[in-house]
């Protein structure tokens, strides 16, 4: 058993799992959260059920893990969802599962995980989006919960320095996950989900929407000190190039 840990949230999702097999292969040993039950292709060591959205399960998933563990080396915030609909039309309780999904369990993991952090000089890989810099029609409470997930990735790498644990962020674009092919499926095309997906990837400058496990090892990368241990409070877009094109071009 590798003697470094790694806590992903939202294991069960598209990147989520994808980061956990590469964690995996690289050697290191697998804490994942969801609150859905793993398939047998959910690749961890260790699974903890968990709907981060409730602060009183993050709470106690953390006294389990500062029973069972002398340190933690790495948090990879990934739990996420997202709604379609136009800023007149969302709610309140649409708000408030996005923001305590999105953000709120990702300041409070960063708070409550800070002790184990601090024992190995950890370090914490937020899932952010390009939605936090560039976005698009009818998802206003994701992108705003995306760019206040930026917003804590530095003030978490600030404050976090002298205890010398690392938080640095990734901003997929787009990526063939679920929620990717929900949100094109209410898109108008005659091929649905998969006639907007070749849209996409043909206004893509690399030409291609990429797949979790093209995400995968830059959360790796972030998540590993001797890979960028000079790394902190970092933006890392991975959009195939999406968000340096004019849109007037």
């Known amino acids: ?18 980061a956990a097999r590469k964690f995996r292969a690289e050697g290191w040993e697998v804490i994942g ?34 029973t069972d563990l002398s340190g933690l080396h790495a948090l990879v ?15 309140d309780a649409d708000w408030e599962h996005i923001i305590n999904t999105n953000v709120r369990s990702a300041f409070q993991c960063i708070r409550e995980a800070h002790p184990l ?47 010398g644990v690392r938080c640095n962020a990734v901003l997929p674009g787009a990526i063939d996950t679920k929620m990717l092919r929900e949100g094109l499926d209410r898109r108008p095309n005659p091929d649905g989900a998969e006639g907007n997906l070749r849209i996409l990837a043909q206004r893509t400058p ?18 590993d000190n001797e890979q960028s241990r000079y790394t902190t409070g970092q933006m890392l877009v991975l959009d195939g190039g999406a968000t340096i094109r004019l849109s007037t071009e």
Request: glycine letters at 6%; aromatic letters at 4%; one cysteine or more.
């Open 206 to 223: 690399l030409g291609f929407v990429a797949s979790a496990d093209d995400i995968a090892p830059s959360i790796v990368h972030l998540a």
């Open 33 to 66: 959260a969801d609150r859905a039950e793993p398939d047998p292709n959910v690749e961890v060591d260790r699974f903890e059920l968990v709907d981060v959205s409730q602060s009183d399960e993050v709470a106690a998933l953390f006294s389990r893990l500062r």
């Open 77 to 91: 915030n990934n739990a996420a969802t997202q709604v379609n609909k136009p800023i007149v039309e969302t709610s």
């Open 1 to 18: 058993m590798s003697n470094r840990q790694v806590l992903i949230t939202g294991v069960c999702g598209g990147i989520g799992r994808a």
């Open 117 to 163: 952090l601090k024992a190995v000089r950890g370090a914490v890989v937020n899932v952010a989006s390009v939605h936090a810099i560039a976005t698009s029609m009818n998802v206003a409470v994701y992108a705003i919960s995306k760019g206040a997930l930026v917003a804590l990735t530095r003030s978490a790498a600030l404050e976090l320095a002298d205890d």
